[in-house]
């Protein structure tokens, strides 16, 4: 795309949910050159799946974006007509849950959600100074595989979980993530790690932090994310935790083909879900399991 003179001022992406988050890159870094006081667009309608980039932009949108939400119902009924209004009605009537996705572009998502008990919100710096049930997971990276360490705060009278702190990152070195947990927990607070990497856990003793190997048992993933479910409450802030609310959203049971879903949780873009499983073992597996 070029201009003999002048440049584009205007971009705008309809159906943005379509285009991929590279496409879009690649579009961008060619128009906006050559200007001033660019205006890009993004709209669409919400896709079922949770785990589409959209969703993300529009809870954690980046600094200087605007996100606005309309509906048919906010513009003049001659706009539309009176057979687009008897449509929607009737699917109403029929498919409440059909009506709010299309009609009014709610989040309904696509049924097969895992976690359907999230709130993703800021966490103030108040809130946070009142917890007293802190309890962190790790969850190592491997290869292309990001690291993620994962700091809570579990009510467990009223069974609410705020995750409100996290490291995720890449190729880290054993020895910058022990820099950076250190940082955080001050304390040296015990740690709860994936147990499949003794020799890392071994590397981070060594180097000071406090971290233990979760007790792994037969179906121990299943138990730990029917616990997570069963929650009344994930609480879980977009900005401080932007990967740890990305996984915890798109999390989805894989479709059958048929209509369904298959059986079990998939093992893909679960690493915080992971991390927050070892940091809350004790409280899953009951009082009765010590660490040492």
């Not at 709010?100 to 999230?118: A, C, K, P, Q, S």
């Not at 009142?130 to 292309?144: M, N, V, Y």
């Not at 059986?263 to 879900?273: L, Q, T």
Request: proline share 4%; glycine share 8%; charged share 30%.
């Amino acid at each position: 795309m070029r201009l003999r003179k002048g440049f584009f001022k205007f971009v705008w992406y309809e159906e943005a949910d379509e285009f991929s988050l590279e496409d879009i890159r690649s579009i961008n870094q060619t128009a906006l050159r050559g200007g001033a006081g660019y205006k890009v667009f993004y709209t669409y309608n919400p896709p079922k799946s949770r785990k589409a980039w959209v969703y993300e932009y529009k809870n954690n949108p980046p600094a200087g974006w605007y996100v606005h939400h309309s509906t048919y119902l906010g513009v003049p009924r001659h706009w539309l007509g009176e057979q687009f209004f008897i449509e929607a009605e009737t699917l109403k009537q029929r498919n409440e849950l059909a009506y709010r996705h299309e009609y009014l572009g709610e989040d309904v998502g696509t049924g097969g959600e895992v976690f359907r008990n999230l709130t993703i919100r800021r966490i103030s710096d108040e809130e946070i100074a009142t917890f007293d049930r802190i309890r962190r997971g790790l969850d190592f990276g491997f290869a292309s595989h990001p690291t993620h360490y994962a700091v809570m705060h579990f009510d467990a009278t009223r069974r609410r979980l705020f995750i409100f702190y996290e490291i995720h990152k890449v190729g880290m070195s054993n020895r910058s993530l022990a820099d950076a947990i250190k940082a955080e927990n001050k304390s040296n607070a015990r740690v709860t790690a994936d147990s499949a990497e003794p020799r890392t856990i071994a590397e981070l003793r060594n180097l000071g932090v406090n971290v233990v190997g979760a007790r792994k048992g037969p179906d121990s993933v299943e138990y730990g994310i029917k616990f997570l479910q069963d929650l009344d409450e994930i609480i879980i802030d977009p900005v401080r935790c932007p990967n740890t609310a990305r996984e915890f959203e798109g999390y989805e049971l894989e479709p059958d083909g048929n209509g369904g879903w298959k059986e079990g949780f998939p093992d893909r873009d679960n690493h915080s879900i992971d991390a927050v499983r070892y940091a809350l073992e004790s409280e899953i597996r009951g009082p009765a399991i010590s660490f040492k």
